[in-house]
Every structure is written in structure tokens, then in C-alpha cells.
């Protein structure tokens, strides 16, 4: 063991016991020897970069790596870890091809594994294979108190069962930051597993999830989740329990925005594909936040929960689309509640009969706005997650933005809430140990002046809160299968099939800022 670098420039470096190193160069081939599995700790003040290779001897004698100190190790070779993978402090970049983990319980990628400390992993260009088959391959933020980041700029991450950001620890703070790459994970996909707060974004790249679901805030009461998707795709492919989970067990949110592109694929059958507003009996809420871009899925609906749960769709730029024919599209529950927002939004059939039996709603009274917000400091290595109390509302949703030197620049409003009274207290939670960022507390709220302006589609049926109702049976005709009009009058309202050789629009949730009363028709 030595405090100095280990400089490997050529041949190799076999290991009869533990070794720790100061620091690791060269491109020569470091292994195990002996019949044991033996671990490499890499405690570098300083950054190091190996080109070299690290490699088991067999699968059951297996090599495992430790990453410690606050400098960075960049791995540029092909190495090959049976054992644990585990970055404790600074940072591990990889721009080679590193495979860890083999059949069985051994080798979890773990980031982010020390309470108090920062625990980073950059894809750059490289490829990472987590092939542990037990849950999880992948796992961020795995003890108390713990800060773990994974970000991929170029490159790819291939899980071979579970990856989770976030693990059930108390004071955990995990995040994954995708601007380019693509990342498979064979099974859950998990953001907030229990008394942590778990933050996921994607600008650009790939996420593809093999089977299962993508869970927020999921293992316990205590969790807490946000995903922010603002480009690229994201999918997870058809099975017979797939989709999405917001606030399975505690607390969920979904952003999206900008380009993305979110499908959840279906097979057609009951559970295959949808979003499912809560999950367990634990949920305590949850958001799906519709700024922009668009998410397909085979139907939005209301999973188990606790008496008090919640649950916010908002309309304020985005786009729901349909999978497949659904006569409950968006399910009806005394829980869940949607609004449309200033920026409107859409419900795309894509040729598909689907009914939305949940109510579309004007928000009401006062929502929260950034005006006057004011932001300082920075230390972050990545988004912290933003809370929002008080003020007399509910809803009300934000996230952070960072520069590239880890500075705080700002929050952006994901979603206004409704019914606030005075300014709500923000407040910041994790992004790094050491951080300096605070939010000012001069926030405005203002009040809503909007009515909504429906464009309705073929093959659906929408039900609209009571002032809409004269509008709309006075602009749709009541043949081709529309309902009468005593009995939208009792209920909802029905659109008819097209008429041959018509097109199937989307429908659009257009507000209208002069407080007025409208439903329109287009196609």
C-alpha cells in the first residue's frame, strides 16, 4: 500500500492482497492473482488518468475497485470488475469500456456510497456495463447522509436489472443527468426509493426500460422523486405490468417539457403501459406536469393510495397521447384533479377510440410566479431538488437550473398551483455537500384570468365542468354516434366518429386571457 500513485506503464501489476494507491497512470494491465478476489482502493487528491486495463481472474475470483480522495480517475481502457464498483469521493470518469459485476449478488456500480460526501461518475464517450443480475446494478446515493451523481454525456450505461437513483437512506441525495448516450436498464428504473430526495434529468440521448416500470418515489412514504425530461426519447417497452409509477409509495413529480418524447409502450392488456397516478397504499401524491413535448401511453389512471393523496395533471404546453383504443383513457377520481394552464395544451388520439373521463379545469384564484425570486451561491455538482410550502395553496412546483461551474441561476415554475393567498417558502435539498445556494424570498403570486378553449377530436369523449356544457352541445352535432343531449347534460360529453375521409385532429386546450366563457371546434 503506498500513499503515492501507482504508475502501471507497461506488462502487469498482479494483486496477492488489498491494495491502496495514492493515484493510478499508465496503460499497463493490473489483476488478481492468488485464489482469492482481492479490492483496489484509488485514493487520489489530484486527477489521475489509467488507459490501462483492470481485470478479474475469473468470475469467481473477482477484482473490485474503490474510488476515494476528491480528484478524478479517468478510465480510458477496457477493464472487467466481478466485484463491487463504488465511488465514495470525487469523481470517476469513463471514456474507455468498464464492465462490472457478474451473475449473482457481486459487483453493484455504486455512486455516491459515504454519508457526507460527494460520490460522482461521468460517462464521456465510454461505455459502462452494470451486469450484476440481482437488483440493483446500478445504485446512487447508497448510505446516509450520502450525495451520488451519474451523468452521461456521450457514451452508453446497460443495466442488467434494476438501476436506482436513490436508495432507502435517510438524508440520501442522488440525481442522474443525461444530455446525450443512452441508457437500457433491464428492469425498474427507480427515482426516490425511501427517505431520500431523488432527482432525474434528460435533455437529449436515450432511456430505454426493458421491462417494468419507471417508479418515482417508490419504496416508502418518505420518498421523494422529480423527473425532468426536456429532450431526447424516453421508452419503456410493452409487457404485461409496464409504464410508469408517480408516487408509488411517497411523493412523485414529472416535468416534461421542451422536445421530449416519452412513449409507454402497451401490449393492450389492463396494466401494460400506463400511468398510474399512485401505486401502494403508502403514496402520499404526485404531479404530471405537461410543459411540452409529449407522452403516449395507454391510459392515465389512479393507482392505491393513502386517504389524503392528491394528484395534479396540468396542461400548460404539452402534449398526452394515445397508445391504443381505450374506452378509460384518463380515469375519473375524487383524487386526481387537471387543470389547464396559460399555455394550453393537447390530447392527441392518434386515430385511437379513447374516452377522457376526467374533468378539464381552469385553475383557480392565485398561482405562484419566479417574479422577484432571486437566487445566489453554488458548490453543486447537480440539480438540488426544490421544496415549496406554505402560502395557503396546493400545487405549486419548481425546479432549479445550474450553470456548468455549478453555480445556482435560477428556478423555473413547473407548475403555478392554485389558490395561494401569499408568497409560499422554496427551499433547496441536495445537489452536493458543501453548497452555498439560497433563494430570496420576494415571490409574487398572481391571479388567474383564463377560460379554456377546447378543439375537440373524433373518437373521444370528454366530460367538461358545468359552464362549458351550452357551448359545446351547441357546436357538436348529435348524430354519428354522439350521445343526446339530455344525457350529456347528466354527465359528460361525446364526440362522434369521423366522417369519411375527414382527418383526426388533436385535441387543443387553448386558455384564453380575457376571463371569458368559450368551446370551440376546429377540423
Known amino acids: 500500500n503506498s500513499g503515492g500513485v501507482l504508475d502501471v506503464q507497461a506488462g502487469r501489476f498482479l494483486m496477492s492482497g488489498d491494495v491502496t494507491a495514492g493515484g493510478l497512470s499508465g496503460a499497463g494491465t493490473i489483476a488478481v492473482a492468488g485464489a482469492a478476489s482481492k479490492w483496489f482502493f484509488v485514493n487520489n487528491p489530484a486527477d489521475s488518468v489509467y488507459s490501462g486495463s483492470l481485470q478479474n481472474a475469473s468470475a469467481t475470483v473477482r477484482l473490485g475497485l474503490t474510488k476515494r480522495g476528491v480528484g478524478m480517475l479517468t478510465l480510458g481502457g477496457t477493464n472487467t470488475l466481478g466485484d463491487n464498483f463504488a465511488v465514495e469521493n470525487g469523481l470517476v470518469k469513463i471514456t ?34 452494470a451486469t450484476r443480475t440481482t437488483s440493483p446494478s446500478v445504485a446512487i446515493a447508497t448510505a446516509a447522509n450520502s450525495n451520488g451523481f451519474l451523468k452521461m454525456t456521450t457514451g452508453s450505461i446497460a443495466s442488467s436489472s434494476e438501476s436506482h437513483i436513490g436508495r432507502p437512506q435517510a438524508g440520501s441525495c442522488p440525481a442522474f443527468t443525461q444530455t446525450g448516450g443512452t441508457l437500457t436498464t433491464g428492469a425498474w428504473l427507480v427515482v426516490g426509493l425511501n427517505n431520500d430526495r431523488a432527482v432525474l434529468n434528460q435533455s437529449g440521448g436515450s432511456i430505454i426500460v426493458n421491462a417494468n416500470r419507471m417508479t418515482i418515489g417508490a419504496g416508502g412514504a418518505g420518498s421523494i422523486g422529480v423527473v425532468n425530461l426536456s429532450g431526447g426519447t424516453f421508452n419503456v417497452k410493452a409487457g404485461g405490468n409496464t409504464g410508469l409509477f408517480v408516487g408509488e409509495n411517497g411523493t412523485g413529480t414529472v416535468n416534461v417539457s421542451g422536445t421530449a418524447d416519452v412513449s409507454l409502450s402497451t401490449d393492450g392488456s389492463a396494466n401494460s403501459g400506463t400511468l398510474v397516478l399512485g401505486g401502494n397504499a403508502a403514496s402520499l401524491g404526485g404531479q404530471l406536469n405537461l410543459l411540452g413535448g409529449k407522452i403516449s401511453t395507454f391510459g392515465v389512471i389512479k393507482g392505491a393510495s393513502s386517504a389524503t393523496a392528491a394528484y395534479k395533471v396540468s396542461f400548460n404546453g404539452g402534449t398526452l397521447k394515445a397508445e391504443a383504443n381505450n374506452p378509460i383513457f384518463f380515469e375519473e377520481n375524487a383524487a386526481i384533479e387537471a387543470y389547464v394552464y396559460p399555455a394550453g395544451g393537447t390530447i392527441d388520439n392518434n386515430g385511437k377510440a379513447i374516452t377522457i373521463n376526467e374533468k378539464l379545469l381552469a385553475p383557480t384564484g392565485n ?41 445556482l441561476t435560477g428556478i423555473q415554475i413547473t407548475n403555478p398551483g392554485i389558490n395561494y393567498t401569499s408568497a409560499p417558502t422554496f427551499a433547496l435539498v441536495g445537489g452536493g455537500v458543501g453548497n452555498t445556494g439560497a433563494i430570496g424570498v420576494a415571490v409574487a403570486y398572481e391571479r388567474y384570468e383564463i377560460a379554456l378553449v377546447l378543439s375537440i377530436i373524433n373518437f ?64
Open 96 to 129: 474507455g469500456t468498464t464492465t462490472a459485476g457478474v451473475s449473482g449478488a457481486n459487483g453493484t456500480t455504486s455512486v455516491g456510497t459515504i454519508g457526507g460526501q460527494n460520490g460522482r461518475m461521468l460517462i464521456d464517450g465510454g461505455t459502462l456495463n
Open 460 to 523: 373521444a369523449t370528454l366530460p367538461f365542468m358545468s359552464p362549458f356544457k351550452s357551448a359545446l352541445r351547441a357546436d357538436r352535432p348529435r348524430d354519428g354516434g354522439a350521445r343526446g343531449a339530455d344525457e350529456r347534460d347528466a354527465h359528460e360529453a361525446a364526440v362522434a366518429g369521423p366522417d369519411a375521409g375527414e382527418a383526426e385532429p388533436a385535441l387543443h386546450l387553448h386558455p384564453r386571457g380575457d376571463g371569458g366563457e368559450e368551446v370551440g371546434t376546429t377540423g
Open 367 to 407: 398561482g405562484v410566479s419566479a417574479t422577484g425570486l432571486t437566487v445566489s451561491g453554488g458548490g453543486y455538482f447537480d440539480t438540488p431538488l426544490v421544496t415549496i410550502t406554505g402560502g395557503g395553496g396546493i400545487g405549486a412546483s419548481a425546479v432549479a437550473t445550474i450553470d456548468a461551474s455549478g453555480n
